[in-house]
Structures are given as C-alpha cells and as structure tokens.
C-alpha cells in the first residue's frame, strides 16, 4: 500500500514538472528546384521571416504572410510559399519554380 502511495507521488509530482521550451532558433533547408536552382533559405521566427539565397541573385529577406495552411514569405515580387518539403519560389521577372527540401544529415 505504502508502495503504492509513493509511486503515485511521484507520478503527479512528474506531471507538474515545466516542459522545455520547443527550439525558436533559426532553420536552414536547402531546396531543389526543378529549373536547375538550388535555395538556401534560413527560417527565423522572431522576426518571422525566411531568408533566401539564390546563387548569382541578390539575398533577399522575407517577411512571413497570412496564408491558409502551409507557409508563405513574400515581398517585393519574390514569394516562397508551400507546405512540408514542397515549395514554390518566384522571384522578380522569373517564372514560378517547384522547389523540394532535401533532407539533413
């Protein structure tokens, strides 16, 4: 019975214990396209943005947007918009490109 009080004990006081706090750092992923390009996009979430390197193309840093499910960073004409490994990017005066996330080591 005693047994049975201490091991209860624990259990609530285990349930009371904080949980950590999840990772807010910032996320790389690099991405495939399917006209040839490669993306480098660093995901930070505060500010809530994704930065965007393009071999050959200036960096740009966008801003996140309100979108239904997924994600989506857009500005200036430049979007990065998707949802889980897939991601569609557009930049100034280029036409829309599929992009994959390709996994991490």
Not at 23 to 29: A, E, L, Q
Not at 41 to 66: C, M
Not at 74 to 92: F, M, Q, V
Request: with cysteine.
């Amino acid at each position: 019975m005693r047994a049975a009080i201490v091991i209860a004990a624990f259990a609530l006081a285990a349930c009371q214990t904080p949980c950590p706090a999840p990772d807010t750092g910032p996320v790389t992923r690099i991405f495939r396209c399917e006209d040839g390009s490669e993306l480098n996009v660093t995901f930070t979430r505060s500010p809530d943005f994704a930065r965007v390197v393009q071999e050959g193309y200036t960096t740009v840093d966008l801003p996140a947007r309100i979108t239904g499910s997924g994600f989506r960073y857009a500005e200036g004409g430049a979007e990065l918009r998707g949802r889980s490994i897939e991601a569609y990017w557009t930049r100034p005066g280029a036409a829309e490109t599929l992009c994959h996330a390709q996994q991490t080591q």
